[in-house]
């Protein structure tokens, strides 16, 4: 049984900045894709970041030089470094996980989900 669990959101000053975790359980975590998702209200969710087994990453345009996705392999946690926040990023953030090959942003596995307010 795959398990995802969020922390580390939070109310933060434009400008500012967070770390996200997500533990993992239930799987080999270092062979998955990992991923960090958010949904703003009223929009769609969107991929914000991921990360294949091999470590290889990927951004949508509008964190590129902002936010770092990584991972731990030996304490399965996954990461999402968030700097110079911008209220557009107020969202809700999940973590998501799922068998390679790796490379869209489908995923089948999901965490709960950990809120970000920037203001």
């Known amino acids: 049984h795959v398990q995802l669990v969020e922390s580390g959101g939070g109310s933060v000053q434009a400008g500012g900045s967070l770390r996200l975790s997500c533990v993992v359980s239930?799987?080999?975590?270092?062979?998955?894709?990992m991923a960090w998702f958010r949904q703003a209200p009223g929009k769609e969710r969107e991929g914000v970041a991921s990360i294949d087994g091999d470590g290889k990453t990927r951004y949508t345009d509008s964190v590129k030089g902002r936010f770092t996705i990584s991972k731990d392999n030996a304490k399965n946690t996954l990461y999402l470094r968030m700097n110079s926040l911008k209220p557009e990023d107020t969202a809700m953030y999940y973590c998501a996980a799922d068998l390679p090959p790796c490379g869209s942003w489908a995923f089948h596995y999901w965490g709960q989900g950990t809120q970000v307010t920037v203001s």
């Open positions: 239930g799987y080999t975590y270092s062979a998955y894709c």
